[in-house]
C-alpha cells in the first residue's frame, strides 16, 4: 500500500460517524437502555481494607424473600476476573483486601429497595493489619500477595551501568513521584445481563473491550463461547478505566440475571465509580546518571516502583511500559531499569491513557531539567546533545529504523510558544511580579500498540463484509468511546475501496456479530486494526476481481453490483484478514531487549506556566504540542485526541488527588475531585509533522496516549524555571506550593555529587 | 402506592406533559424514566458536571438539583428539542463541523448551555464563553473544541468582530 | 441516586402567609427548599434527614431587590443570577456581585438563593464575607412579625444560626455608605470554577489622609462560620498603613484566624494565604490602587 498517495476520505475532517446521534441526544448509553421486566442491581462492599469476613447478617425489617442476593457461593465457574493472573476474585469469599471490594449483590424490581436493602446488610471483620504505601510493600513486613508483595518485576540491561561512575565527570541523582489519577468519564461504569438456558448469557455495556469480558464471563459461569454475547452500549468516555473493569461489573450482572431469572442493570453512581473502580497506579521513580563533561549521558540508573493495589489486574504491563519508556528519548550506552510493582490494600489499579508512560516520562523529564541545573547546561541544550536520531539504539538495543525527527519538534515547540523570548522577558518581569512566569518543555516518545511480540499474541481478526442495502460494513471488535474509532475506521475502509464515506458503516461491537481484532487500547487502532481493515479491502476487490468480474477502475454502482453477484454464487460477502507482524520485528521478553514497538510516536511540549506567590497557586498559560504520529487520518479528530490529553496530564500535574483515608478514597464525589473547567484549560496548540509509517494503516501510528506522557514533566520544568525551586511530585497543589515556599531552605541547588 | 403524589404539569419542548410522581423526585428522572427523554444525562448528582442541564422558564438549571414539584407550570427546553424537524440546529451543526462532541455524553448538557449562553449574549468573547461553559465538564475535548463551535455558532450572526474570530485559542 | 423521593414530603405553599403558617403549626418540622442546591445534593447522596420540606421556590414575596434612600434589601429568595443582573448591587455593593458570580456555575446561580446561602452556613459559603463587610442586617419573619439582627449576630456556631425554628430569612438589608470605601474581596478556591474556597478574604476601609477611618475585614473558611476579623480590624483603625502596621495585621490574622485541615485544604495554608491576601489589600490602600 502506498502511504503517500493523495487520499480523498483519509486525512480530511469528514464529520465523525455517529456525530448526528450524539449531538440530537439520540446515541443510547447504557442506563438509556429500557426493557421490560428489568431489574436493578447493586453491590455490598468492603468497609475495611484487610481482613476476615466473620458474619454476614441480613437486617430483619427487610423481606429478603423479595430480593435476589448473591455471594460467591453463586458463582457456577471460576471465581475470578482474569486479566493476566488470575487472583481478583469476581466476589470476596471470606476475606476482604481492599476497601469498597465486591462481597454481596443485591437485586430487586425497585431501585429504590435495592438501595435500602444495601444499607441493610451488617457484615463483621475481624480486621488485619493493611498495608498502604510502596515503601510498606517493600518492607514485607506484612506481605499481603504471594510471598512477597511482588506482582511483577524487570530488569532492563544494556552496557554496563557500574562501568560509567568512575568515568563520570557528573553524577546526578533524583527521585520522583505521581499519584493515583481518575478517569472521571463523565459516564459512570453500567452493565445489563440478560440470561436464560437456550440463549445463555447476554450483557449490555459501557466498555472498551467486548472479547475481554466475554472471555471473563465464559470462565466465572463456565459456559462455552458461543453462549455468551457482549455487546457494546456507546460508551460515554473510557481512557482505559473501562479496559479491566468492565469485566467483574458484567459478572456482577450477570450473577444476578442468573439467579433472579429476570435481566438486571447496574450502574453505579458518581460516589461508588470513584470509589470502587480502577485508577492510575501511583509511581515512585528513582535516576542517578552519569555524564561526561559535555553533559552527554553514560549511565541512566533507574528503579521504578508502582502501586498495584490489592490485584495484580494490568500491573505487569502498566510496569513493562514504564519500564520501557523510563529512559526518554535520548541516547546512552549504558542502562539498567529495575522495576518493581507492589501490592498494597487499596482498589487494585489499572489502565489509564499512557498506561505507566506517563509515570516513566515525569521522572525523566524532571530529571533531564535537574541534570541541567545541576551541571550548568541549558535545558534544551542537554536534550539536543542526547536526543535518539536515526540508526541510534535505544535502552532495548532497538535500532531506530524510522525517522525520529525529535530536533524537528524541538525547534518547532519552541518557535511557536516563542520560548526563549518569553523566558528571557519573564525573567525580567518576575523580579517586581507577584505573579511568577515560567516556560518548560518536555519531549518524549509513546511506543505504538503492544509491547514486543503482543500483537502476535493478539493475533486479531478483523475485516469487512457488505450487507444487502449496499453497504459495505467494517468488521470489528474495536470499540468508539469519543476518540473516533467509527470515523477512522470508516474512513479507511472507504479509502481503500474507492467509495464514498457514507458508503460505509460500522458493525455493532457485538460478539456475535464481530471477530475479535483486539481490545481498544495501547493506541492501536489506527496502526494495527486500521491495516487489517486496509488489507481485508484489497482482499475483497481480488475476490470480487476474480468471482464476479469486477473490473480494475470501478463506479460504486459497479462495486455493489458485483457484490450481489459474488453473494448470488457464492455467499456472503466477506473478508477478514489476521494480523501479520511486520518483518524485523524480534523480541526477548526474559532479557527484555530487541524491538520494543513496532513504531514510535514522537512529541515535544511546551507549556508556559504562572505561579501566584499571593495563593500559592500554579496555572498552566498557555500549552504547545509539536507531535509525529505518522499519517494524520482525521485531522478535527486528531486534535480532538491531543487537546484533551494535555488537558487531562495539567489535571494530573496541578489538579487531581486521589485522598485515601484507611484505604478507602475519601474525595469520592465530583466537588472534591478537581479536574480543570472551562476556565482553567489554557488555549492548546497543536502542531503535527507527518511521516507516514508503511506498516500502519495509510501511514498512521497511534495518537490517543501520547498527549498525557508530557503536560506533568513540561508544567513542573515551568514551574521551576518560573521561581527556581524544584518540585519532583505530583499532584503538585499549592497547599505543597506553599509548604516547600515557606520553609528557609527554598533555593537549595540540586544535587550533583 | 402513589397516594399523596402529585400531578405536576409542565412543558418540555414545547408540548404539554403531566406526570405524577413523588414531589421530590428530580426533574432529571422524571426527564428520562417517566418521559423517556433520555437526552438528558446523570454524571454526578452533584451539580457538579452539568451533563444534566436543560432550560427552565429560560434559565439554565441542574435537572438534577430540581425537585419536580419545583418544575409546576414550567417550560422546559432539553436536546430533544434543539433540532427542528430534519434541521440540526446551528449549534449542533457546528459542534459536528468543529469535533465538540467526543464520547457525546456531555454533549446534551454542554449544548443547552451553549444555548443558553448565545440566548443572552449572541456574540460572546472567549472569557464569557469559557464562563457560559465552567458548570459543564468535558473529560474527552479538552473544551477546545467546544470552544471553536460555539464560535462557529455565531459566525453567522451579524454583528459578529474578529476578535471573537482570533480570540478561540 | 441513593435518596427515596417517596420518603419526603414536599409542599409548596402559595404565598408567604401560607408557608409561614404552616411552619409556625409545627415548629421546627419543616426544612425549607429553596433553590435546591444543598438540599438535593444532600437527597441523591442518601444523607437527606429532613422528612417535611417546604418550598419556598416560587414564593415572589421572597425574590425582591427592593431600593431605599439609606439602605436596599434583598429578599432571602432572591438568586445568585438575580444579583448579577442587578445594576444597583453592581454599582453599590460590587463585592456581592462578584461573589454571586462565584457560586458554582451559571445553573446553580439560577436556582441557589442568598437565604439558602447564609442558612446553609458552611463557613465556605461565597456570599458572607462581602455581607459582612458591608455591615449587613438580617431580616427574619414569621406569623409573630419581623425583627433584624446584624448579620455578624447571625452565625452562631458551625451550621448553627439565631433563627427561630418558625421563623424565615426574610431579607438582607444592606446600607447605602459604602460608595467611598475601598473595597477588596478574593477567593482562593481549588480551580477558577466550581470551586469552593479554601479561603476568601472580604475588606471594605475609609481612608481619609492616609488614616483608616473605618475598617470591616472578614472571612471564609477561616473559622467554624463566616465572621469579621475585629482584632485584626482593631491593629488598623485610626493608623496610617505602613510596613510595619501590614507586618502586624499578618500577625494578628493568623492569630485570630482559626482554620481547620480537611479534606479540601491545611489550616497551615488558609491562615498563610489569608494573611497575604489581607496584605494585597493593603498594599493596593497604600498605593491608591481603585476597588479590588
Not at chain 1, 514485607?140 to 568515568?167: H, R, T
Not at chain 2, 397516594?3 to 410522581?21: C, D, Q, Y
Not at chain 2, 423517556?36 to 438549571?61: A, D, F, I, P, Q
Not at chain 2, 446534551?108 to 464563553?129: C, D, K, R, V
Request: negative net charge; charged residues 20%.
Amino acid at each position: 500500500m502506498n502511504t503517500c498517495a493523495t487520499t480523498r476520505i483519509v486525512g480530511t475532517p469528514v464529520p465523525r460517524k455517529e456525530g448526528v446521534d450524539k449531538l440530537l441526544g439520540r446515541a443510547r448509553y447504557v442506563d438509556d437502555i429500557e426493557m421490560d421486566g428489568l431489574w436493578h442491581g447493586a453491590t455490598v462492599r468492603s468497609s475495611i481494607p484487610r481482613g476476615l469476613i466473620r458474619s454476614i447478617g441480613f437486617d430483619r425489617k427487610v423481606d429478603w424473600n423479595e430480593f435476589t442476593v448473591v455471594t460467591a457461593a453463586d458463582i457456577p465457574g471460576q471465581n475470578h476476573v482474569q486479566l493476566i493472573a488470575a487472583d481478583q476474585p469476581c466476589l470476596a469469599d471470606g476475606k476482604v483486601s481492599h476497601c469498597d471490594e465486591a462481597i454481596l449483590l443485591i437485586a430487586h424490581a425497585d431501585k429504590q429497595k435495592v438501595r435500602e436493602a444495601v444499607n441493610s446488610v451488617r457484615i463483621e471483620y475481624e480486621p488485619l493489619p493493611p498495608i498502604f504505601t510502596i515503601e510498606e510493600s517493600e518492607e514485607q513486613k506484612i506481605v499481603i500477595w504471594g510471598s512477597d508483595n511482588i506482582f511483577k518485576s524487570f530488569l532492563l540491561e544494556k552496557g554496563d551501568v557500574e562501568s560509567a561512575w568512575a568515568k563520570a565527570a557528573h553524577i546526578v541523582e533524583g527521585e520522583y513521584r505521581t499519584g493515583a489519577q481518575e478517569h472521571l468519564y463523565i459516564e459512570n461504569n453500567g452493565m445489563i445481563a440478560a440470561y436464560s438456558a437456550e440463549k445463555g448469557l447476554t450483557v449490555w455495556g459501557s466498555l472498551q473491550c467486548p472479547y475481554y469480558v466475554h472471555r471473563s464471563l465464559v470462565a466465572v459461569f463456565n459456559l462455552s463461547e458461543d453462549k455468551v454475547r457482549v455487546i457494546q452500549t456507546e460508551t460515554g468516555g473510557a481512557f482505559g478505566g473501562k479496559e479491566d473493569y468492565p469485566s467483574t461489573l458484567a459478572a456482577h450482572a450477570s450473577l444476578l440475571a442468573m439467579k433472579s431469572g429476570h435481566p438486571v442493570k447496574m450502574v453505579y453512581d458518581r460516589m461508588e465509580d470513584l470509589a470502587a473502580t480502577t485508577k492510575r497506579h501511583p509511581s515512585r521513580v528513582r535516576h542517578r546518571t552519569a555524564l561526561d563533561k559535555k553533559g552527554k549521558l553514560l549511565a541512566m540508573d533507574i528503579e521504578v516502583a508502582t502501586d498495584g493495589g490489592a490485584y495484580s489486574t494490568l500491573s505487569s504491563t502498566v510496569l513493562s511500559r514504564a519500564t520501557l519508556h523510563s529512559a526518554g528519548p535520548y541516547v546512552c550506552p549504558n542502562v539498567r531499569v529495575r522495576s518493581c510493582s507492589w501490592a498494597t490494600n487499596t482498589v487494585p489499579y489499572g489502565a489509564f491513557r499512557g498506561f505507566g508512560a506517563p509515570q516513566a516520562i515525569f521522572a525523566v523529564e524532571r530529571h533531564m531539567d535537574e541534570i541541567a541545573a545541576a551541571i550548568g547546561i541549558d535545558p534544551i541544550e542537554l536534550r539536543r546533545r542526547n536526543f535518539l536520531h536515526d540508526g541510534d539504539t535505544t535502552a532495548t538495543e532497538q535500532v531506530m529504523r524510522e525517522p525520529v525527527i525529535l530536533d524537528k519538534l524541538l525547534d518547532r515547540a519552541l518557535t511557536e510558544s516563542s520560548y526563549e523570548e518569553k523566558r528571557a522577558r519573564f525573567a525580567r518581569e518576575n523580579r517586581h511580579n507577584p505573579v511568577k512566569r515560567g516556560m518548560g518543555i518536555a519531549a518524549f516518545y509513546h511506543g505504538s500498540g503492544f509491547t514486543g511480540s503482543g500483537e502476535r499474541y493478539l493475533n486479531s481478526l478483523a475485516g469487512i463484509d457488505v450487507t444487502t442495502e449496499g453497504k459495505l460494513r467494517v468488521l470489528v471488535a474495536n470499540t468508539e468511546f469519543g476518540q473516533g474509532t467509527n470515523t477512522i475506521l470508516t474512513q479507511i475502509a472507504a479509502e481503500a475501496i474507492g467509495l464514498d464515506y457514507n458508503d460505509v458503516i460500522m458493525a455493532p461491537a457485538d460478539t456475535s456479530i464481530v471477530p475479535n481484532s483486539g481490545p481498544t487500547v495501547a493506541s492501536r487502532t489506527s496502526m494495527v486494526v486500521g491495516r487489517l481493515i486496509e488489507r481485508a479491502c484489497a482482499q475483497l476487490i481480488a475476490m470480487l476481481s476474480e468471482h464476479a468480474e469486477l473490473d480494475e477502475q470501478f463506479t460504486t454502482a459497479e462495486f455493489f453490483a458485483a457484490c450481489d453477484r459474488y453473494r448470488a454464487a457464492k455467499g456472503d460477502v466477506v473478508s477478514l484478514c489476521r494480523y501479520e507482524a511486520p518483518p524485523g520485528i524480534f523480541w526477548d521478553d526474559q532479557k527484555y531487549r530487541g524491538e520494543a514497538y513496532p513504531a514510535f510516536a514522537w512529541s515535544v511540549q511546551v507549556a508556559q506556566v504562572a505561579v501566584d506567590t499571593v495563593t500559592y497557586s500554579a496555572e498552566v498559560e498557555e500549552f504547545w504540542s509539536a507531535q509525529e504520529v505518522g499519517r494524520v487520518l482525521n485531522p478535527v479528530l486528531a486534535g480532538g485526541q491531543i487537546e484533551g490529553g494535555i488537558a487531562q496530564g495539567i489535571g494530573y500535574a496541578l489538579y487531581e488527588k486521589v485522598i485515601l483515608q484507611n484505604g478507602h478514597m475519601a474525595n469520592n464525589q465530583m466537588t472534591n475531585y478537581i479536574m480543570p473547567t472551562a476556565e482553567d484549560v489554557p488555549p492548546i496548540h497543536v502542531y503535527f509533522e507527518e511521516i507516514p509509517f508503511q506498516h500502519g494503516a495509510f501511514g498512521a501510528k497511534g495518537i490517543g496516549e501520547l498527549p498525557h506522557d508530557g503536560p506533568a514533566p513540561a508544567i513542573l520544568n515551568a514551574i521551576k524555571d518560573a521561581i527556581g525551586v524544584s518540585f519532583n511530585s505530583i499532584p503538585l497543589l499549592p497547599e505543597d506550593l506553599f509548604a516547600k515556599l515557606s520553609t528557609p531552605q527554598t533555593l537549595e541547588e540540586p544535587t550533583a555529587v | 402506592m402513589n397516594k399523596g403524589w402529585p400531578t405536576i404539569r409542565l412543558a418540555v419542548n414545547g408540548e404539554m406533559r403531566a406526570v405524577r410522581t413523588p414531589a421530590m423526585k428530580r426533574l432529571l428522572d422524571v426527564l428520562r424514566e417517566d418521559l423517556h427523554l433520555t437526552g438528558t444525562k446523570e454524571g454526578c448528582g452533584e451539580g457538579e458536571c452539568g451533563s444534566c442541564s436543560v432550560r427552565m422558564n429560560g434559565e439554565l438549571v441542574n435537572s438534577c438539583l430540581v425537585p419536580i414539584l419545583q418544575a409546576e407550570g414550567a417550560s422546559i427546553e432539553t436536546v430533544e428539542g434543539l433540532a427542528c424537524d430534519a434541521e440540526l440546529h446551528p449549534l449542533q451543526k457546528a459542534f459536528l463541523d468543529c469535533g465538540g462532541a467526543q464520547c457525546g455524553i456531555c454533549t446534551p448538557g454542554m449544548l443547552m448551555a451553549a444555548t443558553q449562553l448565545l440566548a443572552q449574549n449572541p456574540h460572546p468573547s472567549m472569557a464569557e464563553i469559557r464562563e457560559g461553559l465552567a458548570g459543564n465538564l468535558c473529560r474527552c475535548t479538552g473544551f477546545i473544541r467546544i470552544f471553536e463551535s460555539v464560535i462557529a455558532a455565531t459566525a453567522n450572526s451579524p454583528g459578529r468582530t474578529t476578535e471573537q474570530a482570533t480570540d478561540a485559542r | 441516586m441513593r435518596g427515596n423521593a417517596g420518603a419526603h414530603e414536599l409542599i409548596a405553599p402559595a404565598n408567604l402567609a401560607a408557608a409561614l403558617e404552616l411552619i409556625a403549626a409545627a415548629p421546627g418540622e419543616w426544612t425549607p427548599i429553596a433553590g435546591g442546591t444543598e438540599l438535593m445534593v444532600a437527597h441523591a447522596a442518601g444523607r437527606l434527614t429532613a422528612n417535611k420540606l417546604v418550598s419556598l421556590w416560587r414564593i415572589s414575596e421572597l425574590r425582591f431587590i427592593d431600593e431605599a434612600p439609606g439602605a436596599i434589601a434583598i429578599g432571602g429568595g432572591t438568586t445568585f443570577s438575580d444579583l448579577r443582573a442587578s445594576k444597583l448591587v453592581a454599582a453599590e455593593f460590587p463585592l456581592l456581585a462578584r461573589s454571586a458570580s462565584w457560586i458554582g456555575s451559571i445553573a446553580n446561580q439560577a436556582r441557589a438563593t442568598l437565604g439558602g446561602n447564609l442558612v446553609n452556613g458552611s463557613p465556605a459559603a461565597d456570599s458572607p464575607p462581602a455581607l459582612l463587610v458591608y455591615d449587613a442586617e438580617i431580616e427574619f419573619i414569621s406569623v409573630r412579625g419581623k425583627r433584624r439582627i446584624p448579620y455578624s449576630a447571625f452565625h452562631t456556631g458551625y451550621k448553627l444560626n439565631a433563627m427561630a425554628n418558625d421563623e424565615l430569612l426574610f431579607a438582607v438589608n444592606l446600607p447605602r455608605r459604602f460608595r467611598q470605601h475601598r473595597q477588596y474581596l478574593r477567593k482562593v478556591g481549588t480551580r477558577r470554577a466550581m470551586a469552593i474556597a479554601k479561603v476568601a478574604l472580604g475588606a471594605t476601609a475609609l481612608m481619609q489622609e492616609g488614616i483608616v477611618r473605618e475598617i470591616r475585614i472578614a472571612a471564609a473558611s477561616l473559622a467554624p462560620f463566616p465572621m469579621r476579623l475585629q482584632q485584626t480590624e482593631s491593629i488598623l483603625l485610626g493608623q496610617e498603613i505602613s510596613p510595619t502596621k501590614i507586618h502586624g495585621a499578618r500577625s494578628a490574622l493568623l492569630a485570630e484566624a482559626k482554620p481547620i485541615d480537611d479534606i479540601r485544604s491545611t489550616a497551615q495554608y488558609r491562615k498563610n494565604v489569608g494573611a497575604n491576601l489581607l496584605e494585597e489589600f493593603l498594599l493596593e490602600l497604600c498605593s491608591g490602587n481603585a476597588t479590588r
